[in-house]
């Protein structure tokens, strides 16, 4: 059998550093000529309409994975959330986590946390803050703010349940800065992001000049296991419906993700 030839990222340490950098260097370059409008501006001062609370619980019992890793994700969550906190959302403006918190160096202060790297636990400077774009990501999906760019950990489900109080299949998987957490306001509406750590959580809430027509609930439906040739496997869906505030009755439903995530724990 001919043997497989490495990609030139998989050379060696070096050729995957010039790897990433060439990813970064061409998402600002993509960024530059799309004349995109990013959300820059922080403000102190609240908007006064509160649509939607949430807060995260830092340090989770994820398996066999190192605690400390845990501990390193608190400061690092500590050190991104004033750089997230009070970003106004004018209309036509995005949303751009990255562009906010930038890299995630040892250097600035970030430590080893968790990451996942090819559907599997791994370590990294920085690890952890995807995290923080999950507790974005679950407040705007209470909003009418309009998701541009998500990725997710897909095909997996990592860890066993501890805690959860939001469904399975709302997470967000990001690297610095090509794969990135994006949200464009394409209302008429003004939003605001606040975000804080108070020791035991990650905080967040999103804020809004004016009240939204509709409200939002998202919940799972359907989710079960299922035994298949090759494992086990988590399903369902995780769908969002859209509430007309006046009357309380639900006018639109949408599936916002269909899982199908094969378990790598022991049952």
Same mark, same amino acid.
């Given at each position: 059998?001919?043997?497989?030839?490495?990609? &030139?990222?998989?050379?060696?340490?070096?050729?995957?550093? *010039?790897?990433?950098?060439?990813? $970064?260097?061409?998402?600002? +370059? !993509?960024?530059?000529?799309? &004349?995109?409008?990013?959300?820059?501006?922080?403000?102190?001062?609240?908007?006064?309409?509160?649509?939607?609370?949430? =807060?995260?619980?830092?340090?989770? %019992?994820?398996?066999?994975?190192?605690?400390?890793? /845990?501990?390193?994700?608190?400061?690092?969550?500590?050190?991104?959330?004033?750089? $997230?906190?009070?970003?106004?959302?004018?209309?036509?403006?995005? &949303?751009?986590?990255?562009? @906010?918190?930038?890299?995630?160096?040892?250097? !600035?202060?970030?430590?080893?946390?968790?990451? *996942?790297?090819?559907?599997?636990?791994?370590?990294?400077?920085? =690890?952890?803050?995807? /995290?923080?774009?999950? @507790?974005?990501?679950?407040?705007? +999906?209470?909003?009418?703010?309009? *998701?541009?760019?998500?990725?997710?950990?897909?095909?997996?489900?990592?860890?066993?349940?501890?805690?959860?109080?939001?469904? &399975?299949?709302?997470?967000?998987?990001?690297?610095?800065?090509?794969?990135?957490?994006?949200?464009?306001?394409?209302?008429?509406?003004?939003?605001?992001?606040?975000?804080?750590?108070? =020791?035991?959580?990650? %905080?967040?809430?999103?804020?809004?000049?004016?009240?939204?027509?509709?409200?939002?609930?998202?919940?799972?439906?359907?989710?079960?296991?299922?035994?298949?040739?090759?494992? $086990?496997?988590?399903?369902?869906?995780?769908? %969002?419906?859209?509430?007309? %505030?006046?009357?309380?009755?639900?006018?639109?439903?949408?599936?916002?993700?269909?899982?199908?995530?094969?378990?790598?724990?022991?049952?």
């Amino acid at each position: 059998m001919k043997k497989q030839r490495k990609l &030139f990222c998989e050379i060696s340490p070096l050729t995957y550093r *010039i790897s990433v950098e060439k990813g $970064i260097l061409l998402r600002h +370059l !993509r960024d530059c000529l799309r &004349f995109v409008s990013f959300a820059r501006e922080r403000r102190e001062k609240y908007l006064p309409v509160l649509v939607y609370r949430h =807060g995260s619980l830092i340090r989770r %019992r994820l398996g066999n994975v190192n605690m400390q890793l /845990q501990e390193n994700k608190a400061v690092n969550l500590s050190l991104a959330a004033p750089k $997230i906190s009070g970003v106004v959302i004018k209309p036509g403006q995005t &949303f751009s986590f990255w562009k @906010l918190v930038g890299r995630t160096s040892a250097a !600035r202060g970030y430590r080893e946390g968790l990451t *996942i790297a090819r559907g599997a636990p791994s370590q990294g400077v920085g =690890g952890g803050l995807c /995290q923080f774009t999950n @507790l974005i990501h679950w407040m705007v +999906l209470h909003s009418e703010l309009t *998701i541009v760019e998500h990725h997710h950990h897909d095909g997996v489900d990592l860890f066993p349940d501890f805690n959860r109080t939001i469904p &399975f299949g709302t997470g967000t998987s990001i690297t610095y800065n090509y794969l990135d957490y994006r949200v464009k306001n394409n209302t008429d509406n003004t939003y605001q992001l606040v975000t804080w750590v108070d =020791g035991e959580y990650l %905080r967040g809430e999103l804020r809004a000049l004016r009240r939204q027509s509709y409200s939002y609930h998202v919940h799972a439906v359907g989710e079960h296991f299922s035994r298949e040739a090759d494992g $086990i496997y988590r399903c369902g869906e995780v769908v %969002r419906d859209k509430i007309d %505030r006046r009357t309380g009755v639900v006018v639109e439903q949408q599936v916002v993700r269909r899982n199908h995530a094969k378990v790598l724990y022991d049952m």
